[in-house]
């Protein structure tokens, strides 16, 4: 079981919170589960162990480097026989083993693959993407790798590199058009599209309609076609970084591989340093989170806490009235409606934090009724209205930063201009029922703060709290004047990942 | 299995599945098509007697999971429906009050001792399906559908439910269940569920299956249709899957269409028959305007 351990506490460093009971739970599921199908043991052991969906990239990364990589070496200790799977490449992983002591990386290599011409690898390449044949695309990854990605042994690194310049001398672009170009080229000829693998010939329907290109693939053909081609290449590039990082396990260790692999959870991305990839995953993850805030804000909206039915009491009161009838009926209280103002720095220095916020403020708008947004650089804008009827936050965001009214003099912040306008259009506006949320990193430009404007604000207000996606330890430095604003408000809180954001609407609600 | 022995109830030894492989095969013959992930979660669940907790998009298949479950084993269903508001009352077991007023008006003359005996007997009581999942003498595979969309107190007490398998009704005593029932619960993941709901329960996720599992979905559940247009069915929306929408189609919106497809005698879908019936697939219109000129290059008849 000490792989297991080893693994949980590699899902805890990348911080995924396991428990002692699911680590319990996940020992026992291993009692029961065949460890050489991997599908399965995957999931069967992440649903004991992940109980979050937005966990689960990292959880497969884990997985993949402590349990499929070393499967050849748990197989043997079982005493098992040998993996089911691409038997003609199997010489050529324990090649690398050896391999690594003499520099793996030159192209030589000893096994099956090294010996490969460019040629040959590209044309097995070809076929195997053409025929869709998973054994045959297990055995290009580990030819491409042994052949492309230079792999140096002891270098502590996680093999984006690798993976960057095997993919690079594959030219999987090159051959996706070229597995178009023959399609067509066979429909063409032969007046309907041809098989992409093993399908039966006509499956992509032989109808030439008007849109088909005179080629010989119609639109959707084409699509279609190209679609299951990516599929097989993206399935192809999985084989090339588990076979890469199968080579690292060897190497250096599951346990130093795993390190090098870790990457922030989605919710602890910072937003404004995301890579393409982590936003998207942000993203993803922030519809979800907008639905609950959602969700959430309206439950509390309608229920207060109602007391439960005491029916002992009720029956005896009931006997004691002469058994009148009981019909118990929950009273909701009904609070008064909050009324929240948003107030949003979207400038280029918090662009993305912009756009995660407005988010926001699209699902709290969606539940409450008197939700009032507005949107600043020098000059400041209400857009309430844009995010009326816009069921997609994406939609709104995009309308905001097209058609808000937002600058001023020179488009680069200016707090104190745009506080002081606010004030004096909306200032009548904020009650003492009014939550008002300041959401920027107070970077003035060295303008003037007029922070005396959040003091008369705070005084009409309920509450004024401000959002800062910058990093604490940056406030007040430079042009940051986060603090002359802070005296005034009830709270700033510093709000740079999903975690943060949810707590913090977690605890205003 | 030590831990699961120690819980009233336990089956224990005696598992309901031989392998993995053959849970996916008796769901198969039922007609719902699981992959290695559904099936080994269900296999572990069911030799830990552990809850399943299943979360996921609409319409992939979370609370037909649970029936199928049920029909492969021959079990009877319970099914909890969840909504804001559910309560004790409604969940787990009442009290039939209004039966107990006619009986109290009925013997006037009696004590409040003797009467509260006689009215909080089995025969007032009303047993809902919490209560009913665990008393059943016959088999049954538990169903609490659409969990998170209960308050916190009631999530606490479905957890109570699940960690104890019994009920104790203060009137009548503790209500030990004789078999662990399978337990399904699943989620839209519109609220947080509690961290201590989640312990308790294996977690499923259940996203839009792969192309493969999506045909042979299709050829199961959509009567006369050929293989080659439920092939192609799937390979559509898969494409549609791959477009940044508003909302991606479910595995019923995929089987309504392919429906439709064999109703109207359709064997080959070219660009027109899709884009003429991507409103099946879609319920936005921008959707369907995107979807349309990405597939086809058509636009979408207004
Ligand atoms: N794996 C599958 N095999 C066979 N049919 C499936 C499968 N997945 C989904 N379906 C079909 O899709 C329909 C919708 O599934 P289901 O009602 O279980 O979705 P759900 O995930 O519970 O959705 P919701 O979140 O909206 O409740 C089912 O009636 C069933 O016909
Ligand atoms: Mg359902």
């Keep these: 079981m000490d792989l297991l351990t080893g693994f949980v506490g590699e899902l805890r460093a990348a911080g995924i919170p396991v428990s002692l009971t699911e680590h319990l739970d996940a020992a026992q599921a291993l009692e029961h589960l065949p460890l050489e199908d991997r599908q399965a043991l995957k999931y069967a052991l992440g649903a004991s162990l992940v109980k979050s969906a937005t966990h689960w990239r990292a959880y497969e990364t884990a997985f993949e480097v402590y349990f499929s990589l070393q499967r050849g070496a748990r197989l043997a200790e079982a005493g098992g026989e040998e993996g089911a799977e691409g038997s003609e490449a199997r010489s050529d992983t324990s090649a690398v083993g050896q391999g690594q002591g003499q520099g793996a990386g030159t192209g030589r290599g000893t096994g099956g693959g090294g010996g490969m011409t460019p040629e040959e690898l590209a044309r097995l390449l070809y076929a195997a993407l053409a025929g869709g044949n998973d054994a045959m695309v297990g055995a290009v990854a580990r030819y491409a790798v042994t052949r492309y990605a230079g792999m140096e042994p002891g270098r502590p690194v996680g093999g984006t590199y690798y993976l960057y310049r095997t993919l690079r001398n594959l030219d999987l672009d090159g051959v996706l058009e070229r597995l178009m170009a023959e399609a067509r080229a066979a429909s063409a000829s032969v007046g309907s599209p041809p098989p992409p693998g093993e399908q039966p010939a006509d499956e992509l329907g032989t109808s030439a309609d008007q849109t088909g290109p005179l080629d010989g693939l119609t639109a959707l053909e084409e699509r279609l076609l190209r679609d299951e081609y990516r599929s097989r290449i993206d399935a192809l590039k999985a084989e090339i970084e588990a076979e890469i990082r199968r080579r690292l396990v060897a190497d250096r260790g599951a346990e130093a591989l795993a390190k090098s692999l870790r990457k922030p959870l989605p919710e602890d991305v910072d937003v404004m340093h995301a890579s393409r990839e982590e936003m998207a995953a942000l993203n993803r993850a922030l519809r979800p989170l907008a639905r609950k805030l959602a969700v959430r804000l309206a439950r509390k909206r309608r229920h207060g806490r109602r007391g439960p039915l005491d029916f002992r009491s009720t029956m005896r009161h009931a006997l004691s009235t002469g058994g009148v009838p009981v019909d118990p009926r929950f009273r909701y209280p009904r609070p008064a409606k909050p009324e929240i103002m948003v107030v949003a720095d979207i400038s280029g220095s918090v662009a993305s934090f912009a756009r995660f916020t407005l988010h926001l403020v699209h699902a709290i708008n969606s539940q409450f009724s008197k939700v009032r947004s507005f949107v600043f650089v020098d000059g400041i804008d209400e857009v309430t209205g844009l995010f009326e009827g816009a069921d997609d936050p994406a939609d709104a965001v995009h309308r905001i930063n097209t058609e808000a009214d937002v600058v001023w003099v020179d488009g680069h912040s200016d707090y104190g201009h745009a506080l002081a306008v606010f004030l004096e259009r909306w200032g009548e506006e904020i009650t003492p029922r009014t939550s008002v949320l300041l959401l920027g990193d107070a970077r003035n430009n060295y303008h003037a703060s007029n922070a005396w404007v959040l003091k008369d604000v705070r005084e009409r207000a309920r509450h004024v709290y401000w959002l800062n996606p910058e990093p604490r330890s940056y406030w007040d430095s430079g042009d940051s004047i986060v603090s002359e604003y802070g005296t005034h408000c009830d709270a700033v809180v510093e709000c740079r990942t999903l975690r943060q954001l949810e707590a913090f609407v977690g605890e205003l609600t | ?302």
Excluded at chain 2, 127 to 144: D, F, G, K, Q, Y
Excluded at chain 2, 212 to 224: D, H, Q, T
């Design chain 2, 1 to 302: 299995m030590s831990t699961a022995q120690d819980t009233p109830g336990a089956h224990g030894g005696d598992h309901r599945f031989e392998s993995i492989a053959a849970i996916r095969q008796s769901l198969a013959d039922v007609d719902y098509l699981a992959d290695d992930g559904i099936a080994g979660v269900v296999y572990l669940a069911d030799r830990l007697d552990k809850p399943v907790l299943v979360e996921g998009p609409a319409g992939t298949g979370k609370t037909e999971l649970a029936k199928s479950v049920a029909r492969l084993t021959g079990a009877r269903l319970v099914r909890l429906q969840c909504y804001e508001g559910l309560d004790e009352s409604k969940a787990l077991y009442e009290w039939n009050y209004k039966k107990q007023l006619l009986r109290i008006q009925a013997d006037a003359g009696q004590s409040w001792d003797k009467l509260e005996e006689d009215i909080f007997a089995e025969d007032f009581l009303l047993t809902r399906p919490l209560l009913e999942a665990i008393r059943s003498p016959e088999p049954v595979v538990l169903l609490v559908d659409e969990v998170d969309r209960v308050e916190l107190e009631t999530e606490a007490l479905l957890l109570e439910v699940l960690s104890e398998y019994q009920v104790s009704i203060p009137e009548l005593g503790t209500v030990r269940a004789t078999t662990i029932p399978m337990v399904f619960l699943t989620s839209n993941n519109t609220r947080e569920l509690s961290e201590a709901l989640k312990r308790r329960c294996l977690f499923l996720h259940l996203d839009y299956p792969d192309v493969e599992r999506e045909r042979a979905i299709v050829e199961a559940r959509v009567p006369g249709i050929s293989a080659q247009l439920a092939d192609q069915v799937a390979r559509i929306v898969r494409s549609i899957r791959s477009l940044d929408l508003k909302k991606h189609p479910s595995v019923s919106e995929t089987l309504d269409w392919a429906r439709t497809l064999v109703v109207l005698g359709i064997e080959t879908v070219d660009a027109t028959v899709a884009v003429g019936t991507l409103n099946i697939l879609l319920k936005y219109r921008s959707d369907i305007e995107k979807a349309a000129k990405e597939l086809a290059g058509l636009d979408a008849p207004s």
